[in-house]
């Protein structure tokens, strides 16, 4: 018989500082009975729940009447308070219990996975998944944090002013100063959501793939991509092209470039080459190549790309979701809209958490193509754009042979007074990204266009 790890101690604290307190229960909210490992624990703690829920106070003259033998009946109960434990340390026992019982439920998602493995005429791949996809959407329940006074407030706001001193680097450069100076002051700000929206076929992989190989990233830093619609070699490619200069259908036209381009093919050679062993040295980018996959999964592999860049010593600074509309998001219980709102919700606080800036590619309606693109443009929902810190719009313009992009600015979270609002225009050549040129810097698209 497994000894499964929870604490006694931790517990009964919880129930005790509960009994001192009933406000305190406002703070635990994220406590669930299911998280208490002994059942005495479990009645009392779903009892004192029942109480708030009608609006009652609760302490133990009030509840004495409704303590059952199950929970320990009275005389227990007077033990547990009577090991006094300090109330204002309530949240840090709650949070033991909290990932204690994760810990727990990992173990019984992994035990289930095991036996279903065992089981060779069942699909171990949707096994694998299965059990992968119960112990992340644990994981996630790490994503919590304390209530702070004013007091603690202004500290932290007065180390932060002292940081940017000393260190003015409030986000990540994505490397494009056309990008960058529509983002706002925090470029691609950490903690939070960066949608890039396009309808399809407008770039916004190729302007993920430019961001991926150009950002700034710092020597102790590394960031992953969740390549959910492109394959992960073509995405690995798409970011040695950018790095390079070299076409992007490089590596899958060989024999082409060879015969057509034979002058070209040696030096190409050389610069893909180049850009690869450099992303392979410094240990910059990985990529998930997972197609079917849900917002819990993407957070739990944050979470836990996170701790692997850690044990390296680095830290996961940027990561990458090509693209929104591919995620499979539950409509069981609630329409698509609001499906997805709460799931970038959930990615918004991950990003938070751990410190993470995203970048979130999202599909944009067919009536944007004729416009300037705007988070109002993003399919199936509108309440995306509540969980963004900036929206970056990308439009493909076609023109005497060569294509071009615009760049649109909306909404950013960040904007001061050097934060640009009119569009910005790149050329695109050989699937790379460029700024115009110098006799093409005042480029704009032809007016039958717009």
């Not at 303590?67 to 709650?94: C, P, R």
């Not at 959407?137 to 940081?163: A, P």
Request: charge should be negative; proline fraction near 3%; include cysteine.
């Amino acid at each position: 018989m497994i000894n499964l790890p929870h604490s006694p101690e931790s517990e009964m604290a919880v129930i005790a500082s509960l009994f001192d307190d009933c406000t305190l229960l406002n703070k635990v909210d994220f406590l669930r009975p299911s998280d208490f490992y002994m059942m005495p624990h479990k009645l009392i703690f779903e009892l004192f729940l029942n109480e708030s829920a009608k609006g009652d106070g609760f302490d133990l003259p009030l509840l004495a009447d409704k303590i059952t033998e199950e929970m320990g009946g009275i005389a227990y109960l007077a033990d547990i308070i009577s090991n006094k434990s300090s109330t204002g340390n309530v949240v840090s026992y709650a949070r033991k219990v909290v990932e204690l019982a994760i810990r727990r439920d990992s173990i019984a998602a992994y035990q289930n996975g095991i036996n279903e493995l065992l089981d060779v005429n069942s699909n171990f791949i949707d096994d694998v998944s299965h059990t992968s996809e119960l112990v992340d959407s644990s994981i996630c329940r790490l994503s919590m944090d304390d209530t702070l006074d004013v007091e603690t407030l202004i500290n932290q706001t007065v180390n932060e002013m002292e940081k940017t001193l000393e260190d003015n680097r409030t986000g990540v450069s994505t490397g494009i100063p056309e990008v960058d100076e529509r983002l706002g002051y925090k470029n691609l700000a950490i903690g939070e959501v960066t949608i890039i929206g396009a309808p399809s076929k407008n770039g916004k992989t190729l302007f993920a793939n430019t961001i991926a190989a150009r950002c700034d990233l710092l020597d102790d830093e590394c960031s992953h991509i969740f390549s959910i619609e492109m394959p992960a070699l073509g995405m690995f490619n798409g970011i040695v092209s950018a790095i390079s200069g070299v076409p992007s259908s490089f590596y899958a036209r060989q024999k082409y470039y060879h015969e057509v381009m034979p002058h070209k093919y040696d030096e190409w050679i050389g610069r893909w080459g180049a850009a690869a062993q450099e992303l392979h040295e410094k240990g910059k980018i990985t990529i998930d190549g997972r197609k079917d996959v849900t917002m819990s999964y993407i957070c739990g592999e944050m979470v836990k790309q996170s701790r692997l860049a850690q044990n390296k010593g680095k830290k996961l600074r940027v990561v990458f979701i090509d693209h929104a509309h591919r995620i499979s998001y539950d409509c069981s219980k609630k329409s698509m809209t609001y499906a997805m709102g709460d799931d970038v919700r959930m990615l918004k606080n991950t990003a938070s958490d751990l410190g993470i800036a995203v970048v979130l590619l999202c599909q944009l309606n067919e009536n944007s193509k004729d416009k300037e693109p705007t988070s109002y443009d993003i399919l199936d929902t509108s309440r995306i754009r509540h969980e963004m810190q900036a929206f970056i719009g990308l439009r493909l313009f076609r023109e005497d042979g060569e294509s071009y992009f615009g760049v649109y600015g909306h909404d950013p979270r960040y904007a001061d007074h050097e934060t640009q609002f009119h569009p910005a225009y790149m050329s695109m050549i050989g699937g790379v990204v460029k700024s115009l040129p110098e006799h093409k810097k005042h480029w704009t698209p032809k007016q039958e266009d717009n």
